[in-house]
Each structure stands twice: as C-alpha cells, then as structure tokens.
T-cell receptor, first 112, second 110 residues
Framework: NAGVTQTPKFRVLKTGQSMTLLCAQDMNHEYMYWYRQDPGMGLRLIHYSVGEGTTAKGEVPDGYNVSRLKKQNFLLGLESAAPSQTSVYFC???????????FGSGTRLTVV | EDKVVQSPLSLVVHEGDTVTLNCSYEVTNFRSLLWYKQEKKAPTFLFMLTSSGIEKKSGRLSSILDKKELSSILNITATQTGDSAIYLCAPIQGAQKLVFGQGTRLTINP
C-alpha cells in the first residue's frame, strides 16, 4: 500500500546512545516532516524538508539532525539521546505543503 | 510566534450526546485549517477548511471556519463510543507547515 513507512516502530535507548529513525514515502511527495508527540500535547515540529537535499528547523530542533539525500527518504538522527527525547515520533509527507498530509504510524522511543 | 489553542482539553460525555470542540489560532500567513482524529496511532484526516462560513460535513461530523475570529469548531452529533479519541486542530502556516494544537481528548461513555 502506498503511504509513509517509519522504522523502527519501537526502540529503547540508553542515555548517550545514538540512533536514526527512517521515514520512507512512495507517493513522490516533495515535502516531508518530523514531529514529536508527548503526553497531553499535540504534535510539535522538529525538522522539515521542502525537497531533496533541503532541510529546515521546526519548533523543537535541538538535539536532532536530519538528512534528505533521496526524495523518498527523510532521516531523523539523535546523536546523544537524552531522557527528554522520550516521545512518539511521527513522520508526515505532502505534495506541496498545502493539503493532503499523510502520516506514518509512529515510532515510540524510550530513553532510559 | 504561531499559536493554536484547543478547548476543552478533555471532555467526557454519554453516548448520544452532541459535542462541540473549539480551536483558535494565530499563525503567520494562514492558508487552511485541518482537523484530525487520533486514536492509538497516527492522526487520520477529517476535514480541510479554507473558506470562512462554509460548513464541511461527513456523516455525524461537521466543521466550520471563522477567519474573522481566527477560529474553527468541530461538531459531533449522536456520539458513539467509537468517537472516543484525541481531536487535533492544525492550521497550515505560510511556510507550508502544520501547527498543531494540544488536542481535545474526547471520551464517550456507553
């Protein structure tokens, strides 16, 4: 099925470890986004990309890096995980940012 | 700074009741506003509102945008237990980004 695929779905990290979350879409969308969702809060934008090779900071970018080397993939990296980064991470994509946002099923990350 | 406020944050009603969820926003270069329903996983799309005063309907759900008041409401009539979820409001800001509110957690008791 066409859509947005996130891997992994669950992960437990120790403080200081690094990891990369992968978001892949097969809809030829230009725009891709990484959000985090914490209990009692809506989704907050971490980083986003408006096309291959571009990235930009969102509302809460500190502690994260991203790369968009291929149009279909958007990677979110944590260089040195902290307990404050325990959250559910959602990736989304859209044709041009004006409509039709498609979300992945989320990655639940716990940092201990 | 972009800001989206939803109210109430939490609502518990009985099956069959009608509910109204509110969303007010202040975003740079507002374009449209989206409503999502979130159960256990990813948000699922409900409505996209671009023009003021035009009601969008889908079954028992309806929504309307008021650009003058910078707000939107989502109505659910004859609620069912399957309507229990978090409802998220998200204006699209000028730089083509969704800005989410905190969400309203709706619980429908049988």
């Amino acid at each position: 099925n066409a859509g947005v695929t996130q891997t992994p779905k669950f992960r437990v990290l120790k403080t200081g470890q690094s990891m990369t979350l992968l978001c892949a879409q097969d809809m030829n969308h230009e725009y891709m986004y990484w959000y985090r969702q914490d209990p009692g809060m809506g989704l907050r934008l971490i980083h986003y990309s408006v096309g291959e090779g571009t990235t930009a900071k969102g509302e809460v970018p500190d502690g994260y890096n991203v790369s968009r080397l291929k149009k279909q993939n958007f990677l979110l990296g944590l260089e040195s995980a902290a307990p404050s980064q325990t959250s559910v991470y959602f990736c989304a994509s859209t044709v041009d940012g004006s409509y039709g946002y498609t979300f992945g099923s989320g990655t639940r990350l716990t940092v201990v | 700074e972009d800001k989206v406020v939803q109210s109430p944050l939490s609502l518990v009603v009985h099956e069959g009741d009608t509910v109204t969820l509110n969303c007010s926003y202040e975003v740079t270069n507002f374009r449209s506003l989206l409503w999502y329903k979130q159960e256990k996983k990813a948000p699922t799309f409900l409505f996209m509102l671009t023009s003021s005063g035009i009601e969008k309907k889908s079954g028992r759900l309806s929504s309307i945008l008021d650009k003058k008041e910078l707000s939107s409401i989502l109505n659910i009539t004859a609620t069912q237990t399957g309507d229990s979820a978090i409802y998220l409001c998200a204006p699209i800001q000028g730089a083509q980004k969704l800005v989410f509110g905190q969400g309203t957690r709706l619980t429908i008791n049988p």
